[in-house]
T-cell receptor, first 112, second 115 residues
Framework: GENVEQHPSTLSVQEGDSAVIKCTYSDSASNYFPWYKQELGKRPQLIIDIRSNVGEKKDQRIAVTLNKTAKHFSLHITETQPEDSAVYFCAAGSGGSEKLVFGKGTKLTVNP | GAVVSQHPSWVICKSGTSVKIECRSLDFQATTMFWYRQFPKQSLMLMATSNEGSKATYEQGVEKDKFLINHASLTLSTLTVTSAHPEDSSFYIC???????????FGPGTRLLVL
């Protein structure tokens, strides 16, 4: 089955700096890669997603890149703000299985 | 759009009792819902996939007789933790997919504490 590795497990940056979180997946059939942000005690919220027919997608300060050959994808947050502090999860899924397999999460702390 | 609710948000129960958690899609019909368990500072672990009108598909290692799932309508799935024990204490979160889409929208979660 699919296995998703996520790094780093914790990341601390200064406000205004960029943050990068990386994930790798094992199943070449995976074609959908969402990123979720989860604040303490709250539900995971989708922040951006990418499909395997696209190499990069951007939404304001957030971008995701996908390298299908290497089976890895990354989340980039620019101009970080304290409210970006949360746990971020990557996931991989394929249309056939419906389900998502999540990475272990990255706790991002943005210091003012 | 794509709002998912969950009830209750908190439940404390005695060991040996059963607890039912409801997951509702409020503004769309969800043929597929998912149930996850999340322990503190850990990732989301899929327990089962709930399909409307058919039996749920459980992940390996999840006891189907202990975690009963019913998806009786296109907007409601329920998870019943039977004969709960302290080790079942966790954060249970459901999600639902918009028909024809891949995105999963999550409910707010239910924190279960078994004494």
């Amino acid at each position: 089955g699919e296995n998703v590795e996520q790094h780093p497990s914790t990341l601390s940056v200064q406000e205004g700096d960029s943050a990068v979180i990386k994930c790798t997946y094992s199943d070449s059939a995976s074609n959908y890669f969402p990123w979720y942000k989860q604040e303490l005690g709250k539900r995971p919220q989708l922040i951006i997603d990418i499909r395997s027919n696209v190499g990069e997608k951007k939404d304001q300060r957030i971008a995701v890149t996908l390298n299908k050959t290497a089976k890895h994808f990354s989340l980039h947050i620019t101009e970080t703000q304290p409210e970006d502090s949360a746990v971020y999860f990557c996931a991989a899924g394929s249309g056939g299985s419906e389900k998502l397999v999540f990475g272990k999460g990255t706790k991002l702390t943005v210091n003012p | 759009g794509a709002v998912v609710s969950q009830h209750p948000s908190w439940v404390i129960c005695k060991s040996g009792t059963s607890v039912k958690i409801e997951c509702r899609s409020l503004d769309f019909q969800a043929t597929t819902m998912f149930w996850y368990r999340q322990f503190p500072k850990q990732s989301l672990m899929l327990m089962a996939t709930s399909n409307e009108g058919s039996k749920a598909t459980y992940e390996q290692g999840v006891e189907k007789d202990k975690f009963l799932i019913n998806h009786a309508s296109l907007t409601l799935s329920t998870l019943t933790v039977t004969s709960a024990h302290p080790e079942d204490s966790s954060f249970y979160i459901c999600s639902a997919r918009v028909p024809g889409g891949e995105t999963q929208y999550f409910g707010p979660g239910t924190r279960l504490l078994v004494l």
